[in-house]
DNA sequence: CTGAAAGCGCTTACAG
DNA sequence: CTGAAAGCGCTTACAG
């Protein structure tokens, strides 16, 4: 007889119907399960029109018999687009990006699409490589943090239709979509504020210079100092590493030094961290207005000020626009740039120490 | 002539050989230009032997004129495997699970897949819909940080072969991997240290008791002073919301009340933030151990004393987990459980007011 | 209302 | 060394 076929253990049932382990039942299993054509279980399984309330209630007894979950890789092969974008920051454990991460999120699930995230660790050949692997899986838009200042590797994917917009910092070598902070003004602003508050001796500590949006820090900086009519000594500037070691080291070199700076201006939250730890252990106060904003800057004393960026809004205003691409808007790329916030909590309104 | 077609626009070419815009050459159209077959130029795509140089070279010719990708969405689909992995953590934006977020990127990374990523915001219908989002995707493996308390909607993606690894807290009504922080021991030792340090009425704010991190951490409270010999008041023991203003009513009243707790043990870095603020208004010193360490802590004064997790450790172990399981290594569900590690810094070793 | 055929862009299993 | 055929699991375009 035909059942006397060797039992089929967990591992494998041939019996037609029901797929083997590890395998995932088809739209055919189910078609043949339900004993209706292909088409039909694609029907009900898609909510379209035209299926009798019999026919459906047949189908779905065998989707549910089954186990069957529809392959939406199948599915988005045929279609066309993924309903999925990709987006590279620099670090996906560094906090200032975590809300930019969300605020992505948040908008791609408006949307219906998944986000695939990776981390280019500031690194050019990195960023590339997860760019391209994401347009393998063709995905619909990129949303890109870059790393690299050389982006036309990305131009044939622009070309196929691949929606890109980069964020915090423009691409370099193309002409694409943008979404920037006002760096420059941002920074202009802070220095203002402290010359405001007396300050002619203003020390500048900041990334490196190569970086965008650390080289416009850094004209605002000195846009500022030149506006109030301030002379800048070079050894009041300071562009380089964000580690530790450096920042403490240039930060008690301008602070200590014969003719010391009386203000610190910080190029960003690392290094306005690092600084705060230096004026803590030296012992007396010093003015200080730093870039970004971060958790707890008002829970120290003094409380710290900041220029602050709104990292959700940015990512959410690139994501809004990148699909908005993806619904067909045209037109030349476009460069958004986003305000900044001068909070004043204390650090930023001492007065130099009376001479 | 044949050249008498009407020119083809940047919006359509029809010319064979080249794709029309925004769609995309495939391995086919790199094989009619390049002469060759279909299989032929799969060769090459994917460095398989047995291919001359001479055919090489002109099928590598065909890929760069044609700006040839390859559609892994299709490989996969005929693969089986998609190199992929979905994570779901609670909220994207949360520097807690940063670190966790890009210690799970790594591993991916080292094994060749990509992440998808998802916020469950703390709701259970959002964490099943982003988790059978991503099996329809047919993600190899799936790490979940689990909002809900009944995760047997997986369990059909289990039994199809989807790796599944739970992360922060267990699953609920199913026997999966999971890699958890010894929440129970940690928030014993810091109790414990309070203890050691002459406080004999301790108070204790945590998150809402059904989340099972919470529960783990207000166990621990009670056990060490259980086995310090203390009695506990009710009025002691606050679980709930960790909105601030919560948080800050509770810690108000346990420290101004008649007899007040001398010391407050504070069951997540939110809630640590918060009794950070209220103790900061309240003027005189309270000795105060958080759970969770958080950015800053040590700048604070008294700088603050947590018992650590290492979220990064967490992400990585769990990972690891999944790919091993992914590689074929049977057994039983696995539960790991990582030590935390007390982090003296001042708050936790201040003395009771002398009575 | 229902379904057979063709095709999305690849890889697998074979055959020359 | 090379390639035609079949198939991964769906959807599209059509025909009954």
Redo the contacts with the bound molecule.
Sequence with gaps: MADTAPPSGPAGTPRSGRPRYG??????DV?SRA??????V??V??GE????P???RRVQDAITALG????D???I???GRTASIGLILEDLADPFYAPLNRAVEEVARDHGALLINGSSAEDADREQELALAFCARRVDGLIVIPAGHDHRYLEPEIAAGVATVFVDRPAGLIDADAVLTDNFGGAREGVAHLVAHGHRRIGFIGDQPHIHTAAERLRGYRAAMETAGLPVDGSWVSPGSTAPGRVRAEAERMLTGPDPVTALFTGNNRVTVTAVRVIAELGRPVALVGFDDFELADLLSPAVTVVAQDPARLGRTAARLLFRRLEGVEGAPRRVELPTRLVPRGSGELPPPSA
């Design positions: 395998a995932r039942p088809t739209m055919k078609a004993g209706v054509g292909l088409k039909t694609s029907r399984v898609n029109p035209g299926v009798t019999d026919t459906e069957f979950r529809r392959n890789s199948a599915r092969l045929r279609k």
